[in-house]
């Protein structure tokens, strides 16, 4: 079983900064594939950014194109997500997700483990 547990969350300005950190207790966390999802009051879970257990391949939702970067530190068992210019939009519980030998899904569906989430809250 693997646990994964998100770091990071927080209350910001808009366009400030944030690092989402996800920390596996799994110590090959490094074949796994790590997606991030945010769920806001009164919405579904939605996809945020994703990364294939290689490292090789990211991917993100059009929304946070260009102001979040997702990465991972193998060294460290943990993968990173850097959001900047955040928008109010943005203000959501932020979830880690692990998929063993993905290749970075958008679909919840795909990941095995979850961490119970962080909040991130960005005001106007």
């Known amino acids: 079983q693997v646990q994964v547990v998100e770091s990071g969350g927080g209350l910001v300005q808009a366009g400030g900064s944030l690092r989402l950190s996800c920390a596996a207790s799994?110590?090959?966390?490094?074949?796994?594939?790590v997606g991030w999802f945010r769920q806001a009051p009164g919405k579904v879970r939605e996809f945020v950014a994703a990364i294939s257990w290689s490292g090789h391949s990211t991917y993100y939702t059009d929304s946070v194109k260009g102001r979040c970067t997702i990465s991972r530190d193998s060294a460290k068992n943990t993968v990173h997500l850097q959001m900047n210019s955040l928008k109010p939009e943005d203000t959501a519980v932020y979830y880690c997700a692990a998929d063993r030998l993905g290749s970075g899904s958008s679909s919840p569906s795909e990941y095995d483990y979850w961490g119970q989430g962080t909040q991130v809250t960005v005001s106007s």
């Open positions: 799994e110590r090959t966390f490094s074949s796994y594939a």
